[in-house]
C-alpha cells in the first residue's frame, strides 16, 4: 500500500510486504525510543488524540511516539470533554479537529465508528481501537514482539503456533492478530475460550481460507502444551450486559508459574495485549510469571512505541529524513534498553 496520507483502520489494508515495511521503519526507531538519539523530524507537526474509552498503554504510547519524533500532542479523553456529549457528530468532530492536527488517533467504544470518522476527517486518521472489530496497531506490536521472540529463538513467523485464550468473542485484539498471521505461512491458531465467548466465525473461516490450521477448545491446559505463544486476553468486562455476566467467565483461565512449568515448553512465550486483570477473582496472568524470562508482556508495550513511530512516520512521509535531524541526548537516560 502506499502509506503517505493513507489512514491506517483495519489490518485487510495489509499485504506481508507492508507489513514488514513497518517493522524495517520500527527497527529503525529504536535509537529514539532509547533515549540514545533524538530526531525532530516532525517538529511543528499535531496529534489530535480523541480517546473515548479508557486507555493506558495506546494513548500515552501513541503520544510518546509522536513527541519522540519531535512533534506536539493534543487530547480529548472522554465523551463528557468532549462537545459530542452536547450532541455534536462524528462528522462535524472529524471536520472540525482535522483542521486543528496534522494527523488524529481515535479510540471509540463503537464498531465502524473510527471508519466513519476518517470519512469526513482532511488528514490521515488511525484506529486506536473501535468497539470489539478491531485494534491494528495492536495486532501489529504483537507481531513485531512475537517476531522478535522468536528471532532470539532462531525462528521466523512462518510455521508459528499460537494459543489465543480468554475472550476471543469480544477481544478487538485477538481479531486484528488474526487477520495479520492469515498473512503468513503454515500458521497453527489454538483458540481457548469458553463457548458463549468464542472467536467470530468469520475470522475462523478466514484464517483456513488462508491456509492455517485452526483448533478450537474450551480448556486451557492441553491446549497450551505444544504452542510458542500463549497469547492471554482479558475478559472485556465493558462489554457484557452486566458485571454478573462477566463475572461467570472471569477467572476461566488462569495461567500461572505452576500450570506454565507443568505444561508449556521451557521456552514458549507469554503475551497478553494488556491490562491484564490482576484483581483476586481473575488473575488471568498470575503474578508469580513476573519473573519468568519467557513473560514478554513488557516487551509488548515497549516494542509499541516503535511501531507507532513507524506508522506515523510512514503516513507522514519522513520515514527517510529521520536521521536528518538526529542528535545524541545530553540528559541522563537511566541505561533504557528494549
Ligand atoms: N492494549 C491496550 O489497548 O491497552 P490500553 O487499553 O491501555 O490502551
Known amino acids: 500500500m502506499n502509506f503517505s496520507g493513507s489512514h491506517i483502520l483495519s489490518i485487510d489494508q495489509f499485504d506481508r510486504g507492508d507489513v514488514e515495511t513497518i517493522f524495517n521503519v520500527a527497527d529503525k526507531m529504536a535509537p529514539f525510543a532509547k533515549r540514545d538519539s533524538i530526531t525532530k523530524v516532525l517538529d511543528g507537526a499535531i496529534l489530535g488524540s480523541m480517546f473515548f474509552e479508557a486507555s493506558t498503554r495506546t494513548r500515552i504510547s501513541f503520544g510518546s511516539a509522536f513527541n519522540l519524533l519531535g512533534g506536539s500532542v493534543r487530547e480529548t479523553t472522554g465523551f463528557e470533554h468532549s462537545a459530542i456529549a452536547k450532541g455534536e457528530s462524528l462528522y462535524?468532530?472529524?471536520?472540525?479537529?482535522?483542521?486543528?492536527?496534522?494527523?488524529?488517533?481515535?479510540?471509540?467504544?463503537?464498531n465502524g465508528s473510527v471508519l466513519e470518522f476518517s470519512k469526513a476527517s482532511r488528514v490521515p486518521v488511525l484506529n486506536g481501537?473501535?468497539?470489539t472489530n478491531e485494534h491494528p496497531s495492536q495486532a501489529l506490536l504483537d507481531l513485531y514482539t512475537i517476531k522478535n521472540e522468536l528471532a532470539f529463538r532462531g525462528r521466523n513467523i512462518d510455521r508459528l503456533r499460537i494459543a489465543m485464550v480468554g475472550d476471543l468473542k469480544f477481544g478487538r485484539t485477538v481479531h486484528s492478530l488474526c487477520k495479520l498471521l492469515a498473512l503468513f505461512k503454515d500458521i497453527r491458531v489454538v483458540l481457548v475460550s469458553p463457548e458463549e465467548l468464542k472467536m467470530p466465525r468469520e475470522l475462523v473461516e478466514y484464517l483456513k481460507e488462508q491456509g492455517q490450521e485452526v483448533i478450537e477448545s474450551d480448556a486451557l491446559e492441553e491446549s497450551i502444551s505444544n504452542v510458542d505463544i500463549v497469547y492471554s486476553t482479558r475478559i472485556q468486562e465493558e462489554r457484557f450486559k452486566s458485571q454478573e455476566e462477566a463475572d461467570i467467565y472471569r477467572g476461566r483461565f488462569r495461567l500461572n508459574q505452576t500450570i506454565y512449568t507443568a505444561n508449556c515448553e521451557p521456552n514458549t512465550v507469554i503475551m497478553h495485549p494488556l491490562p491484564r486483570d490482576s484483581r483476586e477473582h481473575a488473575r488471568e496472568l498470575d503474578d508469580d510469571l513476573n519473573d519468568n524470562p519467557n513473560l514478554a508482556i513488557f516487551r509488548q508495550t515497549d516494542n509499541g512505541v516503535l511501531v507507532r513511530m513507524a506508522l506515523f512516520a510512514l503516513v507522514l512521509d519522513v520515514e527517510h529524513e529521520i536521521n536528518s535531524s538526529a542528535r545524541d541526548t545530553i540528559w541522563y537516560t537511566a541505561g533504557r534498553s528494549l
Open 92 to 110: 462535524d468532530t472529524a471536520r472540525v479537529l482535522s483542521g486543528y492536527s496534522d494527523v488524529i488517533v481515535m479510540r471509540h467504544p463503537e
Open 129 to 131: 481501537g473501535d468497539g
